[in-house]
């Protein structure tokens, strides 16, 4: 399995729950395939300096997710069959990238610390 996020632009003229009915269309395909979500940041409308698909505006939504690599494939063909996603794209996520919450890589004591010894170099 990898982790992947889905980037995806949904018509304007949808409605909260076409757009939620999405978000669910999504999760079921990737769990059918035996996927994972991992996390849904809800849709935002957005206006875009390019138009896309002859629209200046749509809602812009992103999905996290696992998968078998085979399978993003088929992820692809049915969101091309979706005829309000109007643009999407999928990323493959490094191992610690957004997945995981990292913790500091040094305690502020530490840093304290260090800042203290350059500053007495320096005298």
Known sequence: ?????????IAPETSEEEREGYFQKI???ITKEDGTIEEIKKPIRKRMGVAVSERKEA?????????NPEKTEKLKQFLEGEKNII??????KKENAIFK????KAELKEIDK????????GE
Do not use: G, Q
């Open 59 to 67: 809602f812009l939504a992103t999905l996290f997710f696992t998968l």
């Open 1 to 9: 399995m990898k982790r992947y996020e889905l980037t995806f632009l």
């Open 27 to 29: 999760s079921e395909f």
């Open 87 to 92: 643009r999407h794209i999928i990323v493959k």
């Open 101 to 104: 919450k990292s913790s500091p």
């Open 114 to 121: 260090k800042i203290d010894e350059i500053l007495k170099i």
